[in-house]
């Protein structure tokens, strides 16, 4: 295995929002950047915006040579490109993925060829656009960067992956894949299906009056921010994360429900220790 | 009645955001801008910050020459000061409130003296600070101002209410108050009670995990955001606004369940169709 990244020649498969703003954060800082795509004109894009050194559509070929592969493509395209790509990989190759769910990515990584050194990876960002045009090199600055290694990764492995992460300007957290499944149901997948919930319920109570899109303020913008994210994308993390997701939904669902029968039932000193609590809450999690 | 702002005493009543931003707005394209609140202390910030042309704690000396009031505290204590303030204003006085429900409030207003010209305000913006230290002389510009006239209001009294909304960079939007609360049911008040909800639910679910805090990515806070609005302001919204609110809640519980349901049985189809739709309108709604 390679020691140091800038020695390295990257391989970064999908150039969507992730993966052309991972190419464009590492472009020069490593010895080249590969991008592997489906369309020969994404190529043409990523090459045009300086994102690559050089690129192809043919897998094989992409990844033959790299140090460090990185699989950004959704989840379950990524659970497929992980049952083939392992005799693709030269010995010593780290084979990462930016998927954000772990525990079925590192089950099928587990079943890589012994010499590859896979390390599951999960950056906590993104956009509501797709796609290479949106490409953003400091998409990662000050970002935390989840590394799930399994059993057989090894130490320097796991010390490459970290360095990748902190040189795309990310904090690396190690994270064990169950535990970050169940998190990230909370604080990511759980946001999402909220801001759809919300859009669906304007959509259904006042779409058919002129005058909700004069008035939708900030918080109903903010609110329903990540409903316009990337949808197979989603469909991916909610279908691999299923279990936990439900989970999370149904603890909301029990929060809201006892807000609406302190609504319901005029219980103010109730509700107003309740949301007095929840906004502390708040400005401890974000100062 | 007063024909043109740029003549008139405008009093404020309630100096916290609302009321220290709309006093800074409005500062220097009226006769004299006048701010009425219960701490001496207040006063003295307003003064120092060159919001207000001069104030008092006593409501009767600030509202007695006053050519439009605004009242600007939460909407419960509108409700008591419009039952007291009809005897304290002059003939032909305009008098305004920003409280954010507005059935309620105009029919305290119906109850006014015959001399006075009543008209329900509610400006779209906001923010999870507080009190006259925030103020923000651009926190109206760009933004919705509702105005909700009574059968008595006079067109004078409306057309000088438009042209407070405007002279704060505003836009105003005249809507019968049923219909302005039951749209803010669902563009408002709902989006604060999921932040809440969600702020409840990663409390419940994640806080004994430190891995928590430091993962939650940008759609957590955006969707979180509203929960540190000030609970008073929001206890009073809801319950004026009881009925709306529940309703909007439960289309909300209904569309959720609805994602919920897909995600437990797979159906990817449907699934996949309905967030398509969803992420189309919120494109829409914000291109």
């Not at 050089?54 to 490109?81: F, K, N, S, Y």
């Not at 090199?137 to 935390?144: F, I, N």
């Not at 320097?156 to 169940?182: F, H, K, M, S």
């Amino acid at each position: 295995m390679i020691s140091r990244l800038r020695d390295a020649q990257v391989t970064i498969v999908g150039l969507g929002l992730m993966g052309s703003s991972l190419a464009g954060a590492l472009r020069g800082r490593c010895h080249a950047v590969v991008g592997v795509t489906r369309r020969h004109e994404t190529v043409d894009v990523a090459l045009a915006r300086n994102l690559i050194d050089w690129g192809t559509t043919d897998m094989a070929e992409g990844v033959r040579a790299a140090d460090v592969v990185v699989l950004a493509t959704p989840v379950r395209v990524i659970l497929r490109q992980l049952a083939g790509i392992g005799q693709l990989l030269r010995e010593g190759c780290l084979l990462m993925d930016v998927g954000s769910t772990k525990a079925q990515i590192t089950a099928e990584m587990a079943r890589l060829p012994d010499h590859v050194q896979p390390l599951g990876g999960h950056p906590m960002c993104g956009k509501e656009v797709s796609g290479v045009e949106a490409a953003d090199p400091a998409l990662y600055q000050g970002r935390t960067f989840i590394l799930a290694p399994l059993a057989r990764t090894s130490e320097a492995a796991l010390a490459l992956g970290c360095e990748l992460a902190e040189t795309i300007g990310a904090r690396p957290l190690v994270l064990e894949p169950e535990r970050q499944d169940y998190l990230v149901a909370t604080v990511s997948h759980l946001p999402y299906l909220l801001a759809c919930a919300l859009v669906a319920t304007a959509d259904v109570s006042t779409s058919a009056d002129p005058a909700a899109w004069e008035i939708v303020a900030g918080g109903f913008r903010d609110t329903s921010r990540v409903a316009g994210s990337d949808v197979t994308m989603m469909l991916d993390i909610l279908m691999t994360n299923q279990a936990k997701v439900l989970g999370a939904l149904e603890v909301f669902q029990g929060q809201l429900g006892e807000l609406a029968r302190q609504i319901e039932v005029a219980d103010e000193d109730a509700l107003r220790t309740k949301l007095n609590g929840i906004r502390a809450e708040r400005l401890r999690m974000f100062p």
